[in-house]
């Protein structure tokens, strides 16, 4: 079967090579047939060993596929079902703390992709019967790939702020993340959507997925257009997809009383926070990582009620070097979804 690897050929991220496909299966285990599969900066990452050192292994964590064998013991799931499972997100213990209060994420024991071997981009996977979630027949499957990374996340970090309809959030970050959190924020949330970036293209984007407000953070004043929108009130809510640090600081500066900053990119760097102003104006600052199986059945239901609309394009399995390389070389604007079904 066909698998995309990490690789260390000069000048290659990874390969699409050939290994065996799995055959032995667990009782509380299925046996996916991946259908199709989309290339998120995670894998770029993954491949290259920037988290530690370089394992070589298939790359792949946002993927729909479909059951072709089931365990002895799985009785949920049937030969024919189209699956997906949480972005990387393959098992958790079900009883230590975090899995009791729905963090499964945070599980003492959790088994990402990466640990456990493999990822999705290859052509059969065994997967656990619990952390597979079922898809309706009809469903876009290129869209649901995205809702299982982009969607989950941005979903879960609206979630967490409990936002009221009507609230004011600013998005700083307008990329595939960025893209996404626009429609869950209007669509599923009902809140007013500013949208912060600094591509023009990306913000006229954000204008069409329906941001109230879109502000270029490197050519106009974020400040005083975020003051001017809310009337001096400040955000209720700034998300931060973007491994930008200064918009961090722009975000955290922007907020008005009782306002949360939910951070979701990942700069490494710091955050200086004023703790008179934290108390005074009751602020909080949140990380938010993926999401639960929960989280993702939740995300699932705004594609399925066409509250979503995720932007790709899908291109076969065998460019999946070609597309790892132009994101390596940061000419990637668009996210990719590869077809495993042919
Ligand atoms: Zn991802
Ligand atoms: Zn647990």
Avoid at 8 to 29: A, F, M, S, Y
Avoid at 33 to 59: F, I, M, N
Avoid at 279 to 291: D, E, H, M, N, P
Wanted: hydrophobic share 40%.
């Amino acid at each position: 079967m066909r698998a995309v690897f990490s690789s260390d050929k000069p000048g290659k991220v990874v390969e699409l090579i050939n290994v065996e496909k799995p055959t032995k299966i667990g009782d509380d285990e299925v046996l996916v047939k991946t259908l199709y599969c989309s290339l998120c900066h995670s894998d770029l990452s993954s491949a290259k060993g920037e988290w530690g050192s370089k394992v070589y292994r298939s790359v792949g964590h946002e993927s729909v596929g479909e059951v072709v064998e089931v365990g002895a013991k799985v009785s949920d799931l049937k030969v024919g079902d189209y699956v997906a499972g949480p972005a990387g997100l393959r098992g958790a213990c079900g009883e230590c703390k975090y899995c009791k209060r729905g963090e499964e994420v945070f599980c003492d024991e959790v088994i990402f992709t990466g640990a456990r071997g493999y990822g999705t981009m290859q052509d059969y996977t065994v997967e656990k019967a619990k952390f597979s979630i079922k898809l309706p027949k009809d469903v876009n499957l290129p869209q649901a790939c995205i809702i299982t990374c982009a969607g989950i996340t941005v979903y879960k970090g609206f979630k967490l702020a409990n936002p009221i309809a009507g609230d004011t959030v600013a998005i700083f970050g307008i990329g595939g993340l960025g893209n996404v959190a626009i429609e869950y924020a209007k669509n599923v949330f009902g809140m007013k959507v500013i949208a912060v970036g600094s591509n023009e293209g990306s913000l006229q984007i954000a204008k069409e997925k329906g941001a109230d407000l879109v502000i270029n953070w490197k050519t106009q004043d974020v400040d005083k257009m975020i003051q001017d929108f809310t009337n001096n009130q400040g955000l209720d809510l700034a998300m931060v997809t973007s491994s930008t640090l200064p918009q961090f600081e722009m975000a955290y500066r922007n907020l008005g009383k009782i306002g949360k900053l939910c951070s979701i990119g990942l700069p490494v760097g710091k955050l200086p926070v004023d703790i008179l102003d934290v108390t005074l104006g009751q602020k909080t600052v949140y990380g938010s990582l993926i999401g639960t199986r929960q989280d993702l059945i939740e995300s699932l239901q705004a594609l399925y009620d066409k509250k979503v609309n995720p932007d790709l394009r899908v291109e076969p399995i065998e460019k999946a070097e070609e597309f790892f390389e132009l994101m390596d070389q940061n000419k990637l604007h668009q996210r990719i979804v590869f077809d495993l079904t042919k």
